[in-house]
């Protein structure tokens, strides 16, 4: 089982930049599709990027060009640069282990990472 734990969130305004970082416990973290999930309040956990083993990325339309997810497997980590931030990126931010096909987490959630944007 992959522990999780995330970090780097913060408050931040309008048009800024923060980086989080995810440390992964586990030997198969580098065979493991990861993907960074965000929570707004009220509303359910969506996928936001993907990465692959081998470094392929997709991410969802509402981030592309101003997030960018990358892996270092030597360190079992996942980051999430995040740039241009907008108020509605505020949102607890998770990372774990993806189905590459469905983006489906496959594991158990950390404790997040808490970011707020304000205007």
């Known amino acids: 089982q992959v522990q999780l734990v995330e970090s780097g969130g913060g408050l931040v305004q309008a048009g800024g930049s923060l980086r989080l970082s995810c440390a992964a416990s586990?030997?198969?973290?580098?065979?493991?599709?990861m993907g960074w999930y965000r929570q707004a309040p009220g509303k359910q956990r969506v996928l936001v990027a993907i990465i692959t083993s081998s470094g392929t990325t997709n991410y969802a339309d509402s981030v592309r060009g101003r997030f960018t997810i990358s892996r270092d497997n030597t360190k079992n980590t996942v980051y999430l640069q995040m740039n241009s931030l907008k108020p509605e990126d505020t949102a607890v931010y998770y990372c774990?282990?993806?189905?590459?096909?469905?983006?489906?987490?496959?594991?158990?959630w950390g404790q997040g990472a808490q970011v707020t944007v304000s205007s």
């Open positions: 774990n282990a993806a189905s590459a096909s469905s983006g489906y987490h496959l594991g158990s």
């Open positions: 586990g030997s198969s973290f580098s065979i493991n599709t």
